[in-house]
């Protein structure tokens, strides 16, 4: 079994920075990509970033492009994110999650981290 603890969240002021962490752990963690999903009050889960495991390949959805930066440290089986020029509508809770296969769905999801951003 894997579990994800995210970290980091917190209240920042629009244009601030927080550094978002996931901590992957488990007998044996492996996972084909892992991603950063949110979901704030009234809406749908949504996708922000992705990446590759083990290429570092990474997908941002258009909403986040140019400010935030996904990052994997293998050897800590730690996710990152971090998230620059923030934005009120960038409110929400963020989850990091973890495909172990191919093609596969995110199988694993943490807990979730609130974020909150002041205008």
């Known amino acids: 079994q894997v579990q994800l603890v995210e970290s980091g969240g917190g209240l920042v002021q629009a244009g601030g920075s927080l550094r978002l962490s996931c901590a992957a752990s488990?007998?044996?963690?492996?996972?084909?990509?892992m991603a950063w999903f949110r979901q704030a009050p009234g809406k749908e889960r949504e996708l922000v970033t992705r990446i590759t495991w083990n290429t570092g390949f990474t997908y941002y959805a258009d909403f986040v492009k140019g400010r935030f930066t996904i990052s994997r440290d293998n050897v800590k089986n730690t996710l990152y994110l971090q998230m620059n020029s923030l934005k009120p509508e960038d409110t929400a809770v963020y989850y990091c999650?973890?495909?172990?296969?191919?093609?596969?769905?995110?199988?694993?999801w943490g807990q979730g981290t609130q974020v909150t951003v002041s205008s």
């Open positions: 999650a973890a495909a172990p296969e191919y093609g596969g769905r995110y199988d694993y």
């Open positions: 488990g007998r044996t963690f492996s996972a084909h990509r």
